[in-house]
């Protein structure tokens, strides 16, 4: 009964709060109301001109003023396979044991085995390559991505053609969205294993992987269409199939480009949408970057859908009016120009970009949700209503809101926004959009998400909440 009666308050907040709701119908047009509700096989709103009825099943989605444009995923790109093992030389536990102990690498004993290296023979080389490659697994699982990839380039520079360092290191690059670098490092690996050898349906995976992330989708569905040929693969099915709906999707859709983004977009749309999105996108860029002390490394892809398109090609919940896979995807079906309503999603997407990035993929639901809704500009409505159910125990636990929120119906979705909103604004009122973007920092690095808001906050999730619970006190003004 507790569940069903937080389920229901969050529906009303949802629809209650807003200021203006608008009806998307199927042929693009929208219809911008208030009261709606849905009334059997009808739907009912208020306008200025008086109270007005059309059928339901005309209607595509309404996007609710407080929650609109929901994004219904978001994970930053992140390819699903790992690197082969090193074929360990001779002696590796002993060299992986004298280069990691104490929960620390000694620098000492790698300079030593470095200066055997430039004076030795072919095995004093491997095991300054093996000593470097323990290095580099200690600081992986240490979260620290950054100095791993230095240490298998030092490894590289002592046994450039060990396809074992090279497709580690590219695994390396993908997750970090460098995705032309992991080109180049795979492109190394094909030129010292030919097709024939076992490491190439490794290879072409994690080519369409790059290529993808790079959004040249032609060249990913020939890579994985290559993998799948050499060795059959479940995981490159599934990836092959998407980017076959992507690359059919997209062949006739025309092209804009800037620094920072490489745009696609249906013919309906206009050119001057276009300009107007990447002007956006560019100004937001700008403004993400300052905030959160970061910057993707490569063009963020972003395509511009019909709606029927978008729903097609992204199978998201019908509750989501955008969502950002690596790609940034947003129905514009009907719009001429970038409006505020607009603006709003594009800053929203991009921010999932950047949190994505920032955190190595690693950002829970209620982090990424939360940051992209304060960053966008919305700010908690509703809060005596809220503070009530958070008085009364009914709000989410932030371990409950980890993870994928896909399966949530609309109200659901709702209260989880609701939440991680107010979350998030606390965090910043306390110790500003520094502690986000600490945080963030940590999180791809830390054992858990807690252990993140541990370090960086002096906090546990339990603290957290009643946090929010303050902060939503002080914003009431009942």
């Known amino acids: 009964m507790r569940q069903a009666a937080l389920i229901a308050f969050f529906f009303v907040l949802a629809v209650s709060s807003a200021n203006a709701d608008t009806i998307v119908l199927k042929n693009g047009r929208r219809i911008v109301a208030s009261n709606v509700v849905e009334d059997g096989d009808r739907i009912t709103y208020e306008t200025a001109a008086g109270q007005m009825s059309i059928p339901k099943s005309i209607v595509a989605r309404i996007d609710h003023d407080n929650f609109s444009y929901s994004s219904a995923e978001t994970k930053v790109f992140a390819p699903p396979v790992s690197a082969p093992p090193i074929d360990p030389v001779r002696g590796y536990d002993e060299v992986a044991r004298l280069t990691v102990h104490d929960n620390s690498i000694d620098f000492g004993y790698i300079a030593e085995l470095e200066n055997n290296a430039r004076s030795g023979g072919a095995a004093a080389i491997e095991k300054v390559a093996a000593t470097h490659y323990a290095a580099a697994q200690f600081l992986v699982s240490k979260g620290d991505t950054d100095a791993a990839i230095d240490h298998y380039r030092q490894a590289l520079s002592f046994a450039p053609d060990n396809l074992g360092l090279l497709l580690n290191l590219a695994v390396l690059y993908l997750r970090g969205n460098q995705f032309t670098t992991a080109l180049d490092t795979l492109e190394h690996a094909r030129r010292v294993m030919p097709d024939s050898s076992p490491a190439a349906p490794d290879i072409a995976k994690l080519m369409g992987w790059a290529y993808y992330g790079a959004n040249k989708m032609e060249r990913a569905v020939d890579q994985w269409k290559l993998a799948q040929r050499l060795r059959p693969d479940q995981e490159v099915e599934s990836a092959l199939e998407k980017a076959e709906r992507d690359k059919a999707e ?3 859709y025309r092209e804009g480009e800037t620094v920072h983004f490489a745009l696609k977009y249906n013919g309906s749309a206009t050119p001057d949408l276009a300009r107007g999105i990447l002007h ?78 920032k955190s190595h993929g690693r950002a829970p639901t209620w982090l990424q949700e939360g940051v992209a809704q304060y960053m966008e500009g919305r700010r908690s409505a509703s809060v005596g209503a809220l503070l009530d159910q958070a008085n009364q125990g009914l709000v989410p636990t932030l371990g409950a809101l980890e993870g994928s929120w896909m399966g949530l119906s609309g109200s659901s979705a709702s209260m989880a926004y609701a ?11 306390s110790g500003g959009m520094s502690d986000i973007s600490r945080l963030l920092d940590r999180v791809g690095s830390a054992a858990s998400t807690e252990d993140a808001v541990r370090d960086t906050l002096h906090s546990d999730y339990s603290d957290l909440q009643q946090q929010t619970i303050a902060y939503l006190r002080r914003q009431d003004v009942r």
């Open 419 to 429: 939440w991680s909103l107010a979350v998030v604004e606390s965090i910043v009122q």
């Open 280 to 357: 956006t996108l560019e100004e937001d860029f700008r403004d993400l970057e300052s905030q959160l002390d970061f910057s993707p490394p490569e063009q963020i892809g972003v395509i511009l859908y019909t709606e029927q398109s978008f729903a097609d090609i992204t199978r998201a919940p019908s509750w989501a009016g955008a969502i950002n896979d690596g790609r940034i995807r947003i129905p514009v079906q009907g719009l001429t120009s970038v409006t505020p309503e607009l603006g709003r999603v594009l800053k929203h997407e991009l921010t999932h970009s950047f949190v994505g990035q």
């Open 250 to 252: 997209e062949e006739s």
